[in-house]
């Protein structure tokens, strides 16, 4: 399907794709880089939604009535679509979100590992059984399908983040509602070409475009049995309070504000490559980019000089131009925000060691460009070293010792990850013993887990109680059933379950 200025997104309901019936709203989808109109997204109404629960619950029974290994083979399948059109993928998200094309590769890339992870459900999804817990009664524990469940999604990963939760939802059995990012429509319709093409039973897999009405309607649904977030620490505490409080089981994923902590034996110039990835990726539009450096003793004075050097000679432009390091971020909305930060970072007195505003614009005045930027200097408790900017933004603390360090990491209200620089195997274990946080990296700069393990933070990063992928996604997609039998024609079978031991 291509994308043409003027085409009106369809939902993917009951398998098939259908205009939205009762759209509150139509948006522009737009290229950072221009301004320019991709496509228009409407905001479905409840009626759309009402239509696609309805579809996901009534194709629960065919769907869960297939073998397991059979639900497995239909991911197979998709994983050897999504391959072929790769780079097709990761040209749309960056289209439409703007992080560079080597950015994008690597999301669709993990993206895919997520259809590869949830392949292995013929093991991951097995219960446990255990013979005579009392004479001649054997229990078992088996896992079931919780039912039709939704996720709704931020705009940062256009790729990857729908797919932390679908390919595992359905592979336990489970049908799917997904609401992705009215910013970020597009990749995900090519996602559900080759959901389509793979032959689900209609009703599977569904998609509803649109804002915080869908959303609200998924909280509220009576058909929709548990629900997954990502997205901003306000929403993600809304939606986990409104789900949980209609009985649904409810994953919420927030905001972020990640520190790097800078050890003296740190190895310097992988220090500096490991904080830029990690600051300036996704123009730091990421929930891991790393926000705050930490600077313990004299690392402040070997990493500066360094560090703002490479800075300054990232390449800021369209992210599709190979040439490029930093593209836009993701709207001029954005990028005036961002902005708005770097003023009041100043104005509570930081050092503005690198100015980033201005940069790129020269290639379009229209785009949503903001350079890389680092406020040094800062003071832990200035609201630019608390809050999330999300945005190309790094603060530079200074901490006398690993101690005062750590404290700075615990006092943030966020939880997601943190990486430590340095040598020494001993620092190295007091941080990842004592910082309070989900996610941690050793001289590595955004420690995003691998699909087979397990993502998420802590504290207001993260509300619920399992994480997203690995084996807490097959946790989170199933529910347990314990079961305990005895049978009387072995003639082994006489008394009571109580009392016999
Ligand atoms: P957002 O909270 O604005 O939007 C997320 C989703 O919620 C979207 O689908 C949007 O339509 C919907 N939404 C927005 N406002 C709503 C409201 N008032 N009521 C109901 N629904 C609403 O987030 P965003 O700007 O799209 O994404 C950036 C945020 O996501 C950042 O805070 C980032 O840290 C976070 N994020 C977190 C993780 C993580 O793993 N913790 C991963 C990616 C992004």
Known sequence: MSVTATRLLDNYVRGRWTPAADPTDVLDVTNPVTGGVLARVPLSGAGDL?????????????????????????????????????????????????????????????????????????????????????????????????????????FNFPAMVPFWFLPFAIACGNTFVLKPSEQVPLTQQIAFEELDAIG????????????????????????????????????????????????????????AKNHMVVMPDAVIDKTVDGIIGSAFGAAGQRCMAGSVVVTVGDAHEQLMPPLIDATRRLRVGDGIDEATDVGPVVSCAARDRIAAWIERGVSDGAKLALDGRGAGEAADPAGAFLGPTILDEVGPQAEIAREEVFGPVPCVIRAGSLDEAIEIVNGSRFGNGSSIFTESGASVRRYRHEVQVGMVGVNIGVAAPVAFFPFSGWKD??????????????EFYTRKKTVTSRFFSSGQGSGSYFVER
């Not at 895919?112 to 949830?118: D, H, L, Y």
């Not at 993260?462 to 996604?473: E, I, P, S, V, Y």
């Open 50 to 154: 009402a239509a696609a629960v309805a579809a996901a619950r009534e194709a629960l029974p065919e769907w869960r009535a297939i073998s397991t290994i059979g639900r497995a083979r239909k991911l197979f399948e998709l994983r050897e679509r999504l391959v072929a059109r790769e780079e097709e993928l990761a040209r749309s998200v960056t289209t439409e979100m703007g992080k560079t094309l080597a950015d994008a590769r690597a999301e669709v890339a993990r993206m895919i590992e997520m259809v590869e992870a949830a392949c292995a459900i013929p093991t991951t999804m097995q219960g446990h059984v255990l013979e005579d817990v009392s004479r001649n009664v054997d229990a078992e524990t088996v896992r079931q399908p919780v039912g039709a469940c939704a996720a709704i999604v931020p």
């Open 200 to 255: 689900l039973p209609p009703g599977v897999v569904n998609l509803v475009n649109g804002s915080r009405e869908v959303v609200e309607g998924i909280l509220d649904h009576p058909g929709i049995d548990a629900v997954s977030f990502v997205g901003s620490a306000p929403v993600a505490r809304l939606v986990y309070e409104r789900a949980a409080k209609a009985g649904k089981r409810v994953q919420a994923l927030g905001g």
């Open 461 to 474: 990063s993260f509300l619920g109680d399992l994480h997203a992928h690995g084996t807490d996604a097959v």
